[in-house]
């Protein structure tokens, strides 16, 4: 079954970076768009930014664009998100979540949270 | 990249139907077919329950429904469970190749 299994979060200071990862597993990973939203606490959902399967589209929301970049290893079955610049409102569980047509975010991870204080 | 509007809260008795509105501009909702709507409990990650505005995908009660007119789409719950409380999101593709969701309604199985 479609698992998919992110890392990397923890406590960062302001101005600082950090990439996460997300491993999947149980599905053709180079035939599907993947998805980062993120969730800060007791707050909604947010999309972050998508990358085409074959890695020749990106997008981001205007809230992370020039600090964050998606990036994906077909061949390990990775998704990445770069974060630099990171600000106290970047503070969020991030999920990586895998796309299917329209967009719509079929299967999801269990979430990382990512902490930006000093 | 506005944030769609949901009504923070909805509550129904167990059996009944209860509708979420998920309202947003011809930019997003109203341009595209392409609404979904997530259930979340807490703690849990969100999970697909509705796509392409009136789709189920495979294994999602067809107590859950959507639809949309104009710039509102909906997300409707027949015959209400206790298992049916959670936070609910819609979603919409943007122009540029975007995505916005709803701010989340709660319901409430009284």
């Known amino acids: 079954q479609v698992q998919l299994v992110e890392s990397g979060g923890g406590l960062v200071k302001p101005g600082g970076s950090l990439r996460l990862s997300c491993a999947a597993s149980g599905f053709t990973f180079s035939d599907y768009y993947m998805s980062w939203i993120r969730q800060a606490p007791g707050k909604g959902l947010e999309w972050v930014s998508y990358?085409?399967?074959?890695?020749?589209?990106?997008n981001y929301a205007d809230s992370v664009k020039g600090r964050f970049t998606i990036s994906r290893d077909n061949a390990k079955n990775f998704l990445y998100l770069q974060m630099n610049s990171l600000r106290a409102e970047d503070t969020a569980v991030y999920y990586c979540?895998?796309?299917?047509?329209?967009?719509?975010?079929?299967?999801w991870g269990q979430g990382t949270l990512v902490t930006v204080s000093s | 990249q506005s944030a769609l509007t949901q009504s923070a809260s909805v509550s129904g008795s167990p059996g009944q139907s209860i509708t979420i509105s998920c309202t947003g501009t011809?930019?997003?909702?109203?341009?595209?077919?392409?609404v979904s709507w997530y259930q979340q409990h807490p703690g849990k990650a969100p999970k697909l329950m509705i796509y392409?505005?009136?789709k189920r995908p495979s294994g999602v009660s067809n107590r859950f429904s959507g639809s949309k007119s104009d710039n509102t789409a909906s997300l409707t719950i027949s015959g209400l469970q206790a298992e049916d409380e959670a936070d609910y999101y819609c979603?919409?593709?943007?122009?540029?190749?975007?995505?916005?969701f709803g701010g989340g309604t709660k319901v409430t199985v009284l």
């Open positions: 392409d505005v009136t």
């Open positions: 979603s919409s593709y943007s122009s540029s190749s975007t995505w916005v």
């Open positions: 011809s930019s997003d909702v109203g341009g595209y077919n392409y």
């Open positions: 979540a895998r796309d299917q047509g329209g967009g719509s975010h079929a299967n």
């Open positions: 990358i085409s399967d074959s890695i020749s589209h990106t």
